[in-house]
């Protein structure tokens, strides 16, 4: 059990590390309207969705374990 929850904890912090660059960049691009910021915001977004499926898996798997 311990090692999903590392697992999850992982998926999280990256997920938390993404959020805030897709934030950073959506902002810059609201802002001032510089387009490789939106850029930067979908890739973000993007990978942050691949996560997201990720974490879904291992929080049942983890959940199922308790």
């Known amino acids: 059990t ?5 697992e999850t904890t992982k998926l999280f912090t990256n997920m938390k590390t993404l959020w805030e660059a897709f934030e950073d960049n959506h902002n810059t691009f609201t802002a001032k309207g510089n387009k490789a910021a939106a850029t930067r915001a979908r890739k973000a977004i993007g990978e942050l969705k691949k996560l997201v499926t990720g974490y879904r898996k291992e929080s049942v798997i983890e959940s199922k374990r308790s």
């Open 2 to 6: 311990k090692g999903i929850v590392m």
